[in-house]
């Protein structure tokens, strides 16, 4: 169920402490990559710090990382029985997100952290997450249209939702390649609640990793997240040659990810795993398989699935063209997220189809991710395998690759 609103979280953690300084990340794409950096920057400086990111990729406490490492299924069983143990005494009724959310502070104040990199789960104003007391940096990252029944059918009622997350007197650092309308909403905003804005440069990061396969959007977030850390540690070690090797050894699964499948399909080439589900991340995945793809000439090879609800007609019309293969599936239950659901295979190939997609070079695997994986590398050949359409969709491909 999602109801968004403060009133049942701020009840929950009443009891929980917030004992560590919170960098809190809003956004519709890049804020997920933008945590992880900033949690890797933090631990490779010597300095505790605890992550909470949505949604899980494989267990559902592997969304609660410390010091880098996911917390252990007992640690995050024992919080969440007491949380739930809570709910349940003083009758709060909270949503699961709020449970999960309330979660993951209790194991922050139990680890004793110094900082938390927090994800926002959907929006900010109203999000649990934003029941965080101590803020020490916001960030708003890359805005698009995405979740409009919930945020707004604008750019701009979607970016005073996200602004929702700054403080008085509390530093935010905003992505300067957001829409001009999305800048100026987010701008009143900072103005009206006293919080001063920060645009990072990504003219010197750029320069540092020029050759290392980054892509601009990665640039973006990768600047983002050092000005976040600047700003929250002014003590700690800023520089590139600091930096960079952490930057170049971390790994977001699910985000331009090549996989290794052999496992599941015999198929002895990487795919490309990709978590892409709005048109704004749709265009950067197109873009990147058109400039590493495509430019070898000859059709892709697609593993297709989506939440229902979602734009498909405006993210397909993006990334395919008519002599690409495409198989479409149903990904798998998502632990402690029922409301979510999976979207017809067979009408992702309806959308396929009018994109110029014949049947012929269409499969509909229904609920078998694992025979949609191998339909599409047994036509694909010697040509590229690209899965996407889901963060939930690349869960369900990790898991199986973790059982094989």
């Given at each position: 169920?999602i109801?968004?609103g403060?009133?049942?979280?701020?009840?929950?953690?009443?009891?929980?402490?917030?004992?560590?300084?919170?960098?809190?990340?809003?956004?519709?794409?890049?804020?997920?990559?933008?945590?992880?950096l900033?949690?890797?920057?933090?631990?490779?400086?010597?300095?505790?710090?605890?992550?909470?990111?949505?949604?899980?990729?494989?267990?559902?406490?592997?969304?609660?990382?410390?010091?880098?490492q996911?917390?252990?299924?007992?640690?995050?069983?024992?919080?969440?029985?007491?949380?739930?143990?809570?709910?349940?005494?003083?009758?709060?009724?909270?949503?699961?997100?709020?449970?999960?959310?309330?979660?993951?502070?209790?194991?922050?104040?139990?680890?004793?952290?110094?900082?938390?990199?927090v994800?926002?789960?959907?929006?900010?104003?109203?999000?649990?997450?934003?029941?965080?007391?101590?803020?020490?940096?916001?960030?708003?990252?890359?805005?698009?249209?995405?979740?409009?029944?919930?945020?707004?059918?604008?750019?701009?009622?979607?970016?005073?939702?996200?602004?929702?997350?700054?403080?008085?007197?509390?530093?935010?650092?905003?992505?300067?390649?957001?829409?001009?309308?999305?800048?100026?909403?987010?701008?009143?905003?900072?103005?009206?609640?006293?919080?001063?804005?920060?645009?990072?440069?990504?003219?010197?990061?750029?320069?540092?990793?020029?050759?290392?396969?980054?892509?601009?959007?990665?640039?973006?977030?990768?600047?983002?997240?050092h000005l976040?850390?600047?700003?929250?540690?002014?003590?700690?070690?800023?520089?590139?040659g600091?930096l960079l090797?952490?930057?170049?050894?971390?790994?977001?699964?699910?985000?331009?990810?090549?996989l290794?499948?052999?496992?599941?399909?015999?198929r002895q080439?990487?795919?490309?795993?990709?978590?892409?589900?709005?048109?704004?991340s749709?265009?950067?995945?197109?873009?990147?398989?058109q400039?590493?793809?495509?430019?070898?000439?000859?059709?892709?090879?697609?593993?297709?699935?989506?939440?229902?609800?979602?734009?498909?007609?405006?993210?397909?019309?993006?990334?395919?063209?008519?002599?690409?293969?495409?198989?479409?599936?149903?990904?798998?239950?998502?632990?402690?997220?029922?409301w979510?659901?999976?979207?017809?295979?067979?009408?992702?190939?309806?959308?396929?189809?009018?994109?110029?997609?014949?049947?012929?070079?269409?499969?509909?695997a229904?609920?078998?991710?694992?025979?949609?994986?191998?339909?599409?590398s047994?036509?694909?050949?010697?040509?590229?395998?690209?899965?996407?359409?889901?963060?939930?969709?690349?869960?369900?491909?990790?898991?199986?690759?973790?059982?094989?």
């Amino acid at each position: 169920m999602i109801d968004l609103g403060l009133a049942r979280i701020s009840r929950l953690l009443q009891h929980t402490p917030q004992t560590w300084k919170a960098i809190h990340v809003a956004g519709t794409n890049g804020k997920g990559s933008i945590c992880a950096l900033l949690s890797a920057m933090l631990t490779a400086s010597g300095v505790s710090c605890a992550r909470f990111t949505s949604p899980h990729l494989i267990d559902r406490w592997d969304c609660i990382t410390v010091n880098e490492q996911p917390v252990s299924e007992a640690v995050f069983r024992h919080a969440e029985d007491l949380v739930k143990q809570r709910d349940h005494d003083e009758r709060i009724g909270a949503t699961e997100f709020e449970l999960l959310a309330a979660t993951a502070f209790e194991i922050f104040h139990r680890q004793r952290v110094d900082f938390g990199v927090v994800e926002v789960g959907l929006g900010g104003k109203l999000d649990a997450t934003n029941a965080m007391a101590d803020k020490s940096v916001t960030v708003i990252a890359k805005i698009g249209l995405d979740h409009q029944s919930f945020l707004g059918n604008t750019l701009e009622e979607i970016a005073l939702q996200k602004a929702g997350i700054m403080r008085a007197g509390v530093p935010c650092v905003v992505d300067g390649s957001n829409h001009p309308s999305v800048l100026k909403a987010v701008e009143a905003h900072a103005k009206a609640v006293g919080a001063e804005l920060h645009y990072p440069s990504t003219a010197s990061l750029a320069e540092a990793f020029s050759g290392e396969g980054y892509e601009p959007h990665q640039i973006q977030n990768l600047a983002c997240a050092h000005l976040a850390f600047r700003l929250a540690c002014p003590d700690a070690d800023h520089s590139m040659g600091h930096l960079l090797p952490i930057v170049k050894q971390l790994q977001w699964p699910g985000r331009l990810q090549r996989l290794d499948i052999q496992k599941i399909t015999g198929r002895q080439q990487e795919a490309l795993l990709d978590g892409a589900h709005n048109t704004q991340s749709a265009e950067v995945l197109a873009a990147y398989v058109q400039k590493h793809f495509r430019s070898e000439g000859g059709p892709v090879a697609w593993v297709l699935a989506a939440s229902q609800g979602k734009d498909m007609d405006s993210i397909l019309s993006l990334v395919l063209q008519p002599d690409d293969l495409v198989a479409t599936v149903r990904f798998g239950p998502v632990d402690g997220m029922p409301w979510v659901r999976a979207a017809d295979p067979a009408e992702l190939l309806q959308v396929a189809a009018r994109q110029g997609i014949k049947a012929t070079r269409s499969h509909n695997a229904g609920d078998d991710v694992k025979a949609a994986l191998k339909w599409a590398s047994e036509n694909a050949g010697d040509r590229h395998v690209v899965i996407a359409g889901s963060l939930y969709l690349v869960s369900s491909v990790l898991r199986l690759l973790r059982e094989s």
